[in-house]
T-cell receptor, first 115, second 112 residues
């Protein structure tokens, strides 16, 4: 079965330190990969995506993500965390089948950046 | 401003009383979708639509209906809500190709 795993329910990091939020997937083919962020009482907002090309993709608010095909991972990173980065982060995968609108979401990782 | 608008934001209802949650997008997107978000389960797709009059079931369609009579609107209908449909609901839309989705602000539904 196709799936997306975010192994950490919560990640705590001190402000100014680098952060990593992990995501691995089990989807055949070459899926599209996405990260979304959810702030309290808000909908999900797009951060970045990987479609093809360079394994390191840059997105909004200084975030970046590294695609690793052999490990089927797409970890979200930021060199220096801010308190305002505290939110719920979702990894999502869209299988490459044409004509489908099938997103598979991970269960989410809550990021807490401590001042 | 490009946006997906859901209404209402909050709703408390009683078991069995039909309700509709509206969703509208102003980006002329072909694809629209409904999700529910539950703790520990992430987002699960309820229904999606590829275009006007074209809809299909997602992962958890039981107890829900949708319609897509116009491109901009994609209402979610609960004919006979039950307490296990208490959840946070999101509507999303996207264009064609490898594009990202735009999400509404969510509807928190409580069924008592």
């Amino acid at each position: 079965a196709q799936s997306v795993a975010q192994p950490e329910d919560q990640v705590n990091v001190a402000e100014g330190n680098p952060l990593t939020v992990k995501c691995t997937y089990s989807v055949s083919g070459n899926p599209y990969l996405f990260w979304y962020v959810q702030y309290p009482n808000r909908g999900l907002q797009f951060l970045l995506k990987y479609i093809t090309g360079d394994n390191l993709v840059k997105g909004s608010y200084g975030f970046e993500a590294e695609f690793n095909k052999s490990q089927t991972s797409f970890h979200l990173k930021k060199p220096s965390a801010l308190v305002s980065d505290s939110a719920l982060y979702f990894c999502a995968v869209r299988p490459p089948t044409s004509g489908t609108y099938k997103y598979i979401f991970g269960t989410g990782t809550r990021l807490k950046v401590l001042a | 401003e490009a946006q997906v608008t859901q209404n209402p934001r909050y709703l408390i209802t009683v078991t069995g009383k039909k309700l509709t949650v509206t969703c509208s997008q102003n980006m002329n997107h072909e694809y629209m979708s409904w999700y529910r978000q539950d703790p520990g389960l992430g987002l699960r797709q309820i229904y999606y639509s590829m275009n006007v009059e074209v809809t299909d079931k997602g992962d958890v369609p039981e107890g829900y209906k949708v319609s897509r009579k116009e491109k901009r609107n994609f209402p979610l209908i609960l004919e006979s809500p039950s307490p296990n449909q208490t959840s946070l609901y999101f509507c999303a839309s996207r264009g064609t190709g490898a594009t990202e989705a735009f999400f509404g602000q969510g509807t928190r539904l409580t069924v008592v």
